[in-house]
T-cell receptor, first 114, second 115 residues
Framework: AQSVTQLDSHVSVSEGTPVLLRCNYS??????LFWYVQHPNKGLQLLLK??????LVKGINGFEAEFKKSETSFHLTKPSAHMSDAAEYFCVVSLSGGSYIPTFGRGTSLIVHP | DAGVTQSPTHLIKTRGQQVTLRCSPK?????VSWYQQALGQGPQFIFQYYEEEERQRGNFPDRFSGHQFPNYSSELNVNALLLGDSALYLC??????????????FGPGTRLLVL
């Protein structure tokens, strides 16, 4: 069984300050982990992906995430928020091997203030 | 290179009706997955098609069915619509990997409203 918990439903930051979106996962097997972003009235766009290679994963638009097995976490960070980062962010877990069903978190809404 | 496309963009139906949604995958992809995203929720996996067969299925009733064509495009059919079926339906395509963990590319979705 697998599950993912996004610890914050909303995160509010000022432009130019760091961003931290938290995600914890539960998986019986070695997981693949993803972060997607969804802007209003648009489809989901892949930010980054972890698949048991380097634990620090760099993605698009300056985002990165660190896989911490001991803490079962995969938090998304960005050093400096931009107004265009305002969107809904989803953490996703799926198994790396055998049958799998991707499981999405409930989402974190990132609000960026000028 | 065209990404994932879906049609129609919006749809209004009444309870008890049937609906068909369509998806064309990204060029070079052979696998199509469908998701339901209710308002304020994360997407929920409905099923995935590969080689014209249903490969995986989430926790959705048999009213939800699908099909994949030889050109890899796909349809999602929902029978006997309920008010609770109102949602954004997302299609995602990928290249199959026996190891799993495939990267999925999403279309813009079809917004279905059931009255």
């Amino acid at each position: 069984a697998q599950s993912v918990t996004q610890l914050d439903s909303h995160v509010s930051v000022s432009e130019g300050t760091p961003v931290l979106l938290r995600c914890n996962y539960s998986s019986s097997y070695s997981p693949s982990l993803f972060w997607y972003v969804q802007h209003p009235n648009k489809g989901l766009q892949l930010l980054l992906k972890y698949t048991s290679a380097a634990t620090l994963v760099k993605g698009i638009n300056g985002f990165e995430a660190e896989f911490k097995k001991s803490e079962t976490s995969f938090h998304l960070t960005k050093p400096s928020a931009h107004m265009s980062d305002a969107a809904e962010y989803f953490c996703v877990v799926s198994l790396s091997g055998g049958s799998y069903i991707p499981t999405f978190g409930r989402g974190t809404s990132l609000i960026v203030h000028p | 290179d065209a990404g994932v496309t879906q049609s129609p963009t919006h749809l209004i139906k009444t309870r008890g009706q049937q609906v068909t949604l369509r998806c064309s995958p990204k060029s070079g992809h052979d696998t199509v997955s469908w998701y339901q995203q209710a308002l304020g929720q994360g997407p929920q996996f409905i099923f995935q098609y590969y080689e014209e067969e249903e490969r995986q299925r989430g926790n959705f009733p048999d009213r939800f069915s699908g099909h994949q064509f030889p050109n890899y495009s796909s349809e999602l059919n929902v029978n006997a619509l309920l008010l609770g079926d109102s949602a954004l339906y997302l299609c995602a395509s990928s290249l199959v990997s026996l190891a799993g963990g495939e990267t999925q590319y999403f279309g813009p979705g079809t917004r279905l409203l059931v009255l």
